[in-house]
C-alpha cells in the first residue's frame, strides 16, 4: 500500500492532465464542476458539520472517490482546521468544517463566479461583508489554481455562455 500513489496524487495527475482543448478533457471538467457546485449548494445551505471518511462523503453527495478526493483538494485551504489530503485514503476521516470568509475569499481567487454567486452565501455572509472581501481579494492581485477551463467552453456557471465571455472575462 504504501509504495501506491496517494489518492491526492493520483486524482492531481489525473485531473491536471485533462487538456481542455479536447472534447474529453472539456467533458471531465464540466462533469467536475457541475458536481463541485451541487456539493457546494448542498454544504452551504446547512449548518451542520460534515465529517465522515473520504468513502462516506463520495456517497453522501453521490459522486465517485476521486471526484471527492478533487472536492476535498479545492476546499482544504477553506477550512476551519485542513485534512491531511496528502496521504488520506478512503478510510480517512475528514471534516468539511469551513470558515465561510476564507472560502469566500477562495472562489473569488479561483475566479469561480457560479460559486461565489450561489444564493446560499445570503444566509451566510452579509452583502456587505461579501463585497469587502471581494475588494480585498482584487486588490491582492492573487490568483489561487485559477478553475482550469478553456476559454472556449461553456461556463459552468449554465448561463450557455463562452467562459471568455461569462465568468471568465478579465476583471
Ligand atoms: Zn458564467
Redesign the pocket.
Known amino acids: 500500500m504504501s509504495s501506491e500513489k496517494s489518492l491526492l496524487t493520483q486524482w492531481r495527475e489525473y485531473a491536471y492532465t485533462q487538456e481542455t482543448n479536447t472534447k474529453q478533457g472539456q467533458m471531465f471538467w464540466q462533469t467536475y464542476f457541475t458536481l463541485e457546485q451541487g456539493i457546494y449548494e448542498k454544504l452551504l445551505a446547512s449548518s451542520e458539520v460534515v465529517t465522515g471518511t473520504v468513502q462516506e462523503l463520495a456517497d453522501k453527495y453521490d459522486v465517485e472517490l476521486s471526484m471527492m478526493v478533487g472536492f476535498l483538494d479545492g476546499i482544504n485551504e477553506s477550512l476551519v482546521k485542513e485534512n491531511p489530503i496528502d496521504d488520506m485514503t478512503a478510510d480517512t476521516v475528514v471534516s468539511l468544517e469551513y470558515d465561510k470568509e476564507k472560502l469566500y475569499y477562495n472562489m473569488v481567487a479561483a475566479r469561480a463566479?457560479?460559486l461565489y454567486n450561489l444564493p446560499a452565501w445570503d444566509d451566510l455572509l452579509s452583502k456587505e461583508r461579501r463585497q469587502e472581501l471581494y475588494r480585498e481579494q482584487k486588490k491582492s492581485g492573487t490568483i489561487v489554481r485559477e478553475k482550469k477551463i478553456g476559454r472556449n467552453d461553456p461556463?459552468?456557471?449554465?448561463?450557455g455562455?463562452k467562459?471568455k465571455f461569462?465568468?471568465?472575462k478579465a476583471k
Open positions: 463566479e457560479w461556463c459552468p456557471c449554465g448561463s455562455k467562459y461569462c465568468c471568465g
